[in-house]
């Protein structure tokens, strides 16, 4: 169980780094916003792994809160980008 804690951790804070090097040096707007929305799913997925490990379910209502919030991201930056390729 340990072992697959730390194998966890790790792929985890790898994807959060490669994440960050997006956001970054994303070449447009659109990479970066994607990237955030990417990051925010590694987020939900760290405290879902974090509540299923510690058998804690107090964890799952932070978890709903940051799923809605992707949720509505999502469709804030799809309208925004039908909008600016409208115009």
């Given at each position: 169980?340990?072992?697959?804690?730390?194998?966890?951790?790790?792929?985890?804070?790898?994807a959060?780094?490669?994440?960050?090097?997006?956001?970054?040096?994303?070449?447009?707007?659109?990479?970066?916003?994607?990237?955030?929305?990417?990051?925010?799913?590694?987020?939900?997925?760290?405290?879902?792994?974090?509540?299923?490990?510690?058998?804690?379910?107090?964890?799952?209502?932070?978890?709903?809160?940051?799923?809605?919030?992707?949720?509505?991201?999502?469709?804030?930056?799809?309208?925004?980008?039908?909008?600016?390729?409208?115009?």
């Open positions: 169980m340990t072992y697959a804690a730390v194998a966890i951790a790790v792929l985890l804070t790898a959060c780094a490669m994440t960050l090097v997006r956001i970054v040096r994303g070449p447009t707007t659109l990479d970066r916003i994607v990237a955030t929305d990417v990051l925010l799913a590694i987020t939900a997925t760290a405290i879902l792994a974090e509540a299923a490990f510690s058998r804690d379910p107090t964890a799952l209502p932070v978890l709903v809160v940051v799923s809605l919030l992707g949720i509505t991201g999502s469709v804030a930056v799809a309208r925004f980008v039908s909008r600016e390729q409208d115009s």
